[in-house]
């Protein structure tokens, strides 16, 4: 069964610090791997796409990573804001069903002024 | 601006009754999604459209009815045989273009409460 999971499930740090929130997959044939965001109430906003055949994406502070073999990824935010507060979600889908994707339950982000 | 809509953004409905989540896409994409969001967990599939007149079902489809008469428009029912329908229901949309993956936008969600 594919799955994607993310630990922890919350994670809180002061301004200005440098994190990795994981993401880790069930089967390696992964087709893409995403990076969202969603705050409270909100529906989600598409931070990073990773196409299989990648290793890593950025954008401005944020880098993604793709280790297929080990079935994780990684988002890197640097020099973290207290405006990056919110919860990040990964998803994944597998070139069996390339339209359908499996998120992840989140992890809840706080930075702290 | 181009995006997506959907509404209402708070919807309450009875027991037994049937209640329909509106979604408009104008971004020209052809594959439209609908997601349920339980508190503290991850988005679920519901139902998916590739294209106008075709639609199939998701992980949890039982409960919910889906139409797509126009490429625009998604809209979702949940029927009074869900039996626990309090959630955020999230609509998408995607192009369809397989060699470059499917950057998918979501729409700001509509919360659904059984009373």
């Known amino acids: 069964k594919q799955e994607v999971t993310q630990i922890p499930a919350a994670l809180s740090v002061p301004e200005g610090e440098n994190l990795v929130l994981n993401c880790s997959f069930t089967?390696?044939?992964?087709?893409?791997l995403q990076w969202f965001r969603q705050d409270p109430g909100k529906g989600l906003t598409s931070l990073l796409l990773i196409q299989s055949s990648q290793r890593e994406q950025t954008s401005g502070r944020l880098n993604a990573s793709l280790d297929k073999s080990s079935g994780r990824s990684t988002l890197y935010i640097a020099a973290s804001q207290p405006g990056d507060s919110a919860t990040y979600l990964c998803a994944a889908s597998w070139g069996d069903s390339s339209y359908k994707l499996i998120f992840g339950s989140g992890t809840r982000l706080l930075v702290r002024p | 601006d181009g995006g997506i809509t959907q509404s209402p953004k708070y919807l309450f409905r009875k027991e037994g009754q049937n209640v329909t989540l509106s979604c408009e896409q104008n971004l020209n994409h052809d594959a439209m999604y609908w997601y349920r969001q339980d508190p503290g967990q991850g988005l679920r599939l519901i139902y998916y459209s590739q294209i106008v007149n075709d639609f199939q079902k998701g992980d949890i489809a039982e409960g919910y009815s889906v139409s797509r008469e126009k490429k625009e428009s998604f809209p979702l029912t949940v029927t009074s045989a869900q039996k626990n329908p309090t959630a955020f229901y999230l609509c998408a949309s995607s192009i369809i273009n397989r060699p470059f993956g499917n950057t998918i936008y979501f729409g700001e969600g509509s919360w659904l409460t059984v009373v």
């Open positions: 089967d390696s044939a992964i087709y893409n």
